[in-house]
């Protein structure tokens, strides 16, 4: 019975670590998961996202879009330390710095009435 109880409890054990190993590699892939977005003008979003020095971060929008504008923030302070408010659909940004940072995302012009699709991209080329 001993033996019985004490493969159940390495079993129960080695469950819960393998959930637990499961869940955080999910989580830090969700990280750095490129989002899409539908917005119609005037709307916006805001993400958390963690980048290292120079990481360009680009969006791009679908058709009858004319205007994204990309802002990040530093997450302390909440100052913006990086923006491309330019009239275009490709705006990029570029981290100064590595830590944590609040991406936002703002549909400046969509001619759709549904709304136009937004891609956010983190990272380049390697």
Not at 3 to 8: A, R, W, Y
Not at 24 to 52: C, H, I, K, P, Q
Not at 104 to 113: D, K, L, P, W
Request: hydrophobic share 35%.
């Amino acid at each position: 019975m001993r033996n019985f109880l004490k493969f159940v409890c390495i079993g129960l054990l080695m469950s819960v670590t393998l959930a637990f190993l499961t869940l955080s590699s999910r989580a830090e892939y969700d990280l750095t998961e490129d989002n899409t977005r539908w917005m119609n003008t005037g709307e916006s979003f805001r993400t958390e996202v963690y980048l290292f020095q120079d990481e360009p971060i680009a969006g791009t929008c679908s058709n009858d879009c004319y205007d994204v504008d990309l802002t990040l923030y530093e997450i302390s302070a909440k100052r913006i330390v990086a923006k491309d408010h330019g009239n275009t659909t490709t705006p990029m940004v570029n981290a100064p710095y590595e830590g944590s940072f609040v991406l936002q995302v703002g549909m400046e012009n969509c001619a759709r009435s549904g709304g136009c699709r937004t891609w956010i991209e983190y990272g380049g080329e390697d």
